[in-house]
Every structure is written in structure tokens, then in C-alpha cells.
């Protein structure tokens, strides 16, 4: 059975289970007497044994069985002492090596372990010891249907075909039936609310007690809403088959390369256009056609690869509870907006970097229990860890209530090494930033409270950038700290406002436009012995595009529009020569040479066919 | 009793002709607001029962309006007057509190269902 599509297979999907067997322990360790988490691992460590047997891996189905046997004990009646849930965490990370190790043909038993499971086994064994089958021959495993599905419904919601924006209306739809219960497996995603030519249709499951005139009362309140389906009823497609959520296993490098040949589909579909506009032949009617159709393939694939964020997060409840255990502090750690979905291939990119912020908000964000009582803190840290919707981007926040960053001993640092000069009194977030993601800045044990954090930051930083997206930091002394890492929901293919300057032009991501306006030499102040431009009350930082890419083609223009990009809370005000409407590039991420200017994130294809650079508005504001 | 309405819309033929239709059915219109910021403030002065709130304006626009008063008063009922092409604007709105939206031309039916939906 050394088929290699079964041995992924058994990969994902044991990968699954004990990801929900470390959150399931991490629930028990909360309430001991709860029995809703025991029976939930028991299910899992079960199929595990169940695959694992039926691969022929015997030492993970040997331990796996071991394993379940002490969990058996505990629905027989035994009460769960902190060391058994101890020793089931270190089953499971046990389960873990023993599960790669033998998809890598390695199949071997875990030293140690073993005999302390059958120790703890047989110590509370019910009266009838549990069968000592052979591990490769697992007791007949029962119809895994038997999950206990979530209460509530699948719940089809259409808009009425006339009514405008049915997309806003969808969004107040489903804010309706949030006020009965939790929303899942929304299809479409959110993002397809904000399309012009959302079709009206949606589906979503509801986790709530109210019955369904109650949730079709609600959804109708919102107003324009034609029809609403349940469970077997609700039909997505008007043709397919119930969307009762039949799914099934995709390779991701699949979707990666789908996701490529759509792009290039993106940039001949926008040169076509290009090409018959204005033409009122056939073939520009045709072109219209097939830019819908691409667009629509676009949303369908980019919905495809939507992932919850919660795939990343949940493994760092664990994570946190051992660097507790290790550091010897007490720490409450919390997760919110983790149905919050991206892409996946961007948030596969998001675990080393949360991981780094985490530890060092563990390490040396948070005070030792002793230090917090000492100046009116609860004894126990509190670290959040928090995904919202901006616009087209996801914000991920790691936040601590800890000691806070000691400014003063960051800005002698950053003058000694010449990052700021002698004069400068405060240290702005922004400087902040760059000294603690100095390469090697951890190094320097003297200033207490922050040592460590440059590795982390520096990841966290270096990787926020490269997916286009930005880091910042807040702190407060004796509050706390936070980072914030902002991503753009989706790769590849973005929608971007095309500007020139000289004879060059430049892409500037949507995301992180705020508006355009004209450059007012009436409105022009200065900031910090910057230029600064005055726009609605605000006084926003210049940059020039022709200055900063030293443009000198063609004159200076006498009009010229500014765009102002917002970055999280700063703003910078981009002057150009023209602006030349907008376009869906597909990003071509290029190894950056070194010397290329930060400002630069990458290439792209044009509409015409000729190539331009994509300016990063992180590395701009 | 009927219910008091804040209208805000820097055009003032749009404020005028919102008023009308409100006035007709027996609102009372207790205040006009021609920028966000305005918004917010008449808001907190007036308390009223609804705020008809267009999207783009000066000084604050409208979304950033509707995030500060549902700020103040998360029960603010607050109903988005947009133009055709603004639906992910709406959307924004709707996340930021907004109760209802109408769209652009108004027919004054629509604008009192979408009224009549806010305040039930």
C-alpha cells in the first residue's frame, strides 16, 4: 500500500487531526471535566490508527493505539490529572515525528514513550484490560460519520434580480442572520460582495438554535432579498447539484498553476481590450465577452485558494502554552477573527514571522508574574492575536500587555550607530522599526526588555514586504506592544493605478491608494523640514515621482495629480506627472538585485504590452 | 411622535430633496450636515433617531463619519445615500456601521422602505 497519492493523502489528513488534537488538549487542559474534548480525541487519535494501520506503518498505528488506550481509561471514568495531559501532548507531538518520519520511509517506534503510556494505561485500566490487538490489525474502526455535525442550518439566500447593489444588500443580508448565531462557509467569499456583477446569490452556514422562520424573518429583514433556501434546498448553481458542500482534495501546485496561466489570461485579455477599443465591430463585442468570462474565472479561482486564517493560528494556542511552561510565566493568550480569509498561498508565508512576534512577545514583551504584581498588573500576560478586514487587505496583530519598548535606550542605540541623527529628540514608530529589524541587533544584551527581537522582526519585516504588504510597530512603556502585519488578501493579480513620470510609467497598488488629487502649490507646507502638502486638514509628507526615480524626459507638467497612499495609519502624498487610469496587473516578483531601490516591488506587464515597475507604497510612506 | 432625521450631503439640491421626501412622510427633520465632520458633531448635539448620509464629501467623507457616530452610539441608525458604481464603498459603509443603503436617483418609495427597514 506504498501508494505515494495515498501517502499524501494520510499526510493532509493526519496533519488535520492533530492539529485538532493539540487544540482539543489545549481545551481539556481548561476544563478537565469536560468530556466533549476527550471523545474528540479519541476520534482522532482513532482514525490516525485506523489510516496509519491500513498504510502499514505499524509504530505510528503501535502508538497511536497506546495512546488511545489511556484515553480510554478517561472515558471510563478516571479523572484527567495535569501529567496525563502532559503525557498526551508529548503522545501527540510523538504522533507527529512518528507520522513524517514514516511518510519519509522511516517508520519507527518513539523512544521512551511507549512505556510510559502503558504505565499510565494499564495504572487506570476498567476492570476488562483494553484488547491487546495488534497495532496493525486496529480494531474495526466505526463509520467515521459518526462527527457530530454542527447545530444549524445551510441557509441560500437570493436578491432580488432588480434590486440595485445586491452585493451591499447580500453583505446587510447576512449581517442579519449574524445576529442569530456563527457564520461559516460563506460561498461566495466577502470579496465578491464588493463586484458589480455579484450575481445576487449566496450561501452560508449558520450555527444557531433559532429555527428557520426565524433565520428567513431575519435574512428578509434585510430588505430585496427574493428567496431564501435551507439545508437540501440551497442551490448555487442554477444547473449544478446541491451545494451541500461536496468537496474534494486539490494539490496546491495545481492551484498555483492555474492561478498563473489565469494571469497571463488577465494581461492578453487587457491587451485585447486595449487593442478593439472603440472598434464597434463583432470582435470587439467578442472581446467583451471573454474580459467577463476572465474576470469571472479570476474571482472563482482566487476564491478558491481562500483560506481561513485560523489554519495558521490554531497551532499557536500550543505553541504559547509550552514557551509559558519553558520561560516559567503565566500568560493568556487569545485569538480573534480567525475566519478572516486569504489567500493561501499567502498565508502559508505568515507562519514563521507570527511565530517570531509571538516569541519575542512571550519572551521579552511580557514581565515575569513577580515584575507585573509589582506595578498593579494581573500576574497573568495577556498576548492577542487578531485578524481584521481592511479595504482589500488583512491586518494580523500581535499585541502584548507587557513592559512596552524602551524608547530612550532605542534612540541612543540608533544614534550610536548612526541610524538617527544627534538632534533628534523622539523616536517615531517608523525609526522604531528599523532599529529593532537591524540584522544583528539582538546582539546587544544591554538594553534590557528588547534584546532578541531583531531576528524576529527582521523576518517579520523582510516578509511582510515581499508579499507586498507592510509591518509596524506601537508601543507604549509599561502597556505593551504591538505589531501589526498588513497583506494583501490576494497575490498575482492585483488592481493598480497606473502614473508616469518622464517617460517611464508605474503601477501603485490600489490598496494602498486613499484618493487623488491635485497638486496645489497654495496647499504646500512643511513637516519636519519636509515638503508637505495640506489635503482635508491633514498635512501629508511629498514625495516626487520624478525626483525619486530621476526622471528628466519631457518637461515638468503645470498640472499635476497626487496620489495619496495610506499605509495602516500614514499617509504620504505622490506627486506624478499624469495619471493614466487603472488596469489588473499580474505581479511578477523578481529576485530584488542588490542596490535596487526598496521603493521598487516588483514588474509587471502592461495592457500594451510594454513592461513597468510596481512601486511599494510600504517602502514609500 | 415622529422621528427625527439628520440629513447629510454636501449638494444641497440632494439634502433638499431628501428632506422633502422625509418631510412628506411625516419626519422631522432636525438638522443638516454638509461635511462628515459636521455629521459627527450634529450627531452628538441632536441625537436623532436616523441619519441619511451621503458617501463622498469634504472633510471626512461619509464612511469615516458613519465609523465615528457608530463610535459614540453603536445603535446609530445610519442609511447610506449612494451613487451607481459605489458598491464597494457601500460595502465598506455597511461594515462600518451603516444600517441600509439607497441608491442614486432616488424614487422616494425606496428611500422610505430602506427608512421604514432602519427604524423597525
Not at chain 1, 485578524?387 to 524608547?407: K, N
Not at chain 2, 443603503?101 to 432602519?118: D, G, I, M, T, Y
Amino acid at each position: 500500500m506504498a501508494d505515494p497519492k495515498y501517502a499524501a493523502l494520510f499526510l493532509a489528513e493526519s496533519r488535520e487531526h492533530l492539529r485538532a488534537c493539540n487544540q482539543l488538549l489545549l481545551a481539556w487542559e481548561r476544563d478537565a471535566a469536560a468530556s466533549e474534548p476527550v471523545n474528540g480525541l479519541f476520534r482522532a487519535i482513532h482514525n490516525i490508527k485506523g489510516m496509519a494501520a491500513t498504510m502499514g506503518y505499524s509504530a505510528v498505528a503501535d502508538l497511536a493505539h497506546r495512546a488511545e488506550s489511556v484515553l480510554e481509561t478517561v472515558r471510563g471514568g478516571r479523572a484527567a490529572t495535569p501529567e496525563l495531559i502532559q503525557l498526551l501532548f508529548r503522545s501527540v507531538d510523538a504522533l507527529e515525528k512518528a507520522i513524517e518520519g514514516a511518510a519519509a520511509g522511516k517508520d519507527e517506534p518513539p523512544a521512551g514513550l511507549l512505556a510510559a503510556l502503558d504505565r499510565v494505561a494499564s495504572a487506570g485500566a476498567p476492570a476488562p484490560a483494553a484488547p491487546g490487538a495488534s497495532a496493525a490489525t486496529p480494531p474495526v474502526a466505526r463509520a467515521a460519520g459518526v462527527r457530530k455535525g454542527p447545530v444549524g442550518h445551510l441557509v441560500g439566500v437570493t436578491i432580488r434580480g432588480a434590486a440595485p447593489m445586491r452585493g451591499a444588500r447580500a453583505l446587510l443580508a447576512l449581517q442579519r442572520a449574524e445576529t442569530l448565531g456563527r457564520v461559516t462557509a460563506l460561498r461566495p467569499a466577502a470579496v465578491a460582495f464588493e463586484r458589480e456583477d455579484f450575481d445576487g446569490r449566496f450561501s452560508f452556514h449558520l450555527r444557531t438554535d433559532a429555527p428557520k422562520e426565524q433565520i428567513e424573518a431575519a435574512v428578509r429583514s434585510a430588505g430585496e432579498v427574493a428567496a431564501v433556501a435551507f439545508d437540501g434546498n440551497v442551490v448555487i448553481e442554477a444547473e449544478g447539484p446541491a451545494v451541500a458542500a461536496r468537496q474534494i482534495r486539490v494539490d496546491l501546485h495545481r492551484l498555483d498553476a492555474m492561478m498563473k496561466q489565469v494571469g497571463e489570461l488577465v494581461v492578453a485579455r487587457n491587451r485585447l481590450v486595449e487593442r478593439v477599443r472603440g472598434d464597434d465591430s463583432e470582435v470587439s463585442e467578442l472581446a467583451a465577452v471573454i474580459s467577463r468570462l476572465v474576470s469571472d474565472l479570476q474571482s472563482e479561482i482566487v476564491e478558491m485558494r481562500m483560506t481561513p486564517v485560523s489554519e495558521v493560528f490554531d497551532r499557536f494556542p500550543r505553541l504559547v502554552r509550552d514557551l509559558a511552561r519553558d520561560l516559567g510565566k503565566q500568560i493568556r493568550f487569545e485569538v480573534e477573527g480567525g475566519d478572516i480569509e486569504l489567500d493561501r498561498a499567502i498565508l502559508d508565508e505568515l507562519g514563521d514571522p507570527l511565530l517570531h512576534l509571538i516569541r519575542n512577545a512571550a519572551d521579552h514583551g511580557l514581565e515575569a508574574a513577580a515584575e507585573r504584581e509589582a506595578v498593579g498588573k494581573p500576574a497573568e500576560g495577556r498576548i492577542l492575536l487578531s485578524a481584521t478586514r481592511e479595504r482589500r487587505s488583512v491586518a494580523i496583530r500581535v499585541s502584548d500587555d507587557g513592559r512596552g519598548i524602551d524608547r530612550a535606550a532605542i534612540l541612543a542605540k540608533a544614534k550610536r550607530e548612526g541610524l538617527a541623527d544627534a538632534g533628534v529628540a523622539t523616536l517615531t514608530d517608523d525609526l522604531l522599526l528599523r532599529v529593532l529589524a537591524r540584522p544583528g541587533f539582538t546582539t546587544a544584551a544591554q538594553v534590557s526588555g528588547v534584546s532578541g527581537r531583531g531576528v524576529g522582526v527582521e523576518v517579520a519585516l523582510g516578509r511582510a514586504r515581499a508579499l507586498g504588504g507592510s509591518l509596524d510597530v506601537q508601543t507604549e512603556p509599561g502597556r505593551g506592544t504591538t505589531f501589526t502585519l498588513r497583506v494583501p488578501l490576494t497575490l498575482a493579480i492585483v488592481r493598480a493605478l497606473l502614473a508616469q513620470a518622464g517617460e517611464e510609467r508605474y503601477a501603485v497598488p490600489l490598496v494602498y491608494v486613499a484618493e487623488t488629487v491635485e497638486f496645489d502649490a497654495r496647499a504646500v507646507t512643511a513637516l519636519r523640514s519636509r515638503e508637505a502638502l495640506v489635503v482635508r486638514d491633514r498635512v501629508i509628507p511629498t514625495v516626487h515621482l520624478r525626483d525619486l526615480v530621476a526622471a528628466r524626459a519631457g518637461g515638468e507638467p503645470a498640472r499635476r495629480p497626487t496620489i495619496i497612499l495610506e499605509v495602516g495609519e500614514r499617509r504620504t502624498a505622490l506627486v506624478v506627472d499624469a495619471l493614466l487610469g487603472q488596469q489588473d496587473i499580474v505581479i511578477e516578483p523578481f529576485d530584488a538585485p542588490r542596490g535596487m531601490p526598496p521603493y521598487l516591488g516588483g514588474a509587471t506587464i502592461l495592457a500594451d504590452g510594454a513592461p513597468a515597475l510596481i512601486l511599494d507604497a510600504a517602502a514609500l510612506v | 411622535m415622529s422621528h427625527t432625521v439628520l440629513v447629510c450631503d454636501d449638494a444641497i439640491f440632494m439634502r433638499t430633496m431628501i428632506s422633502d421626501i422625509l418631510n412628506q412622510a411625516g419626519f422631522e427633520i432636525v438638522g443638516e450636515a454638509e461635511s462628515g465632520l459636521q455629521a459627527v458633531q450634529k450627531y452628538r448635539e441632536l441625537k436623532p433617531d436616523l441619519v441619511t448620509m451621503d458617501i463622498v464629501m469634504p472633510d471626512m467623507g461619509g464612511i469615516e463619519a458613519v465609523r465615528e457616530i457608530c463610535k459614540q452610539d453603536p445603535d446609530a441608525k445610519i442609511l447610506m445615500c449612494s451613487a451607481m458604481g459605489q458598491q464597494a464603498l457601500v460595502v465598506e459603509a455597511i461594515q462600518a456601521g451603516a444600517k441600509d443603503f439607497v441608491v442614486k436617483p432616488f424614487q422616494p418609495s425606496r428611500v422610505l422602505e430602506a427608512v421604514q427597514r432602519v427604524l423597525g
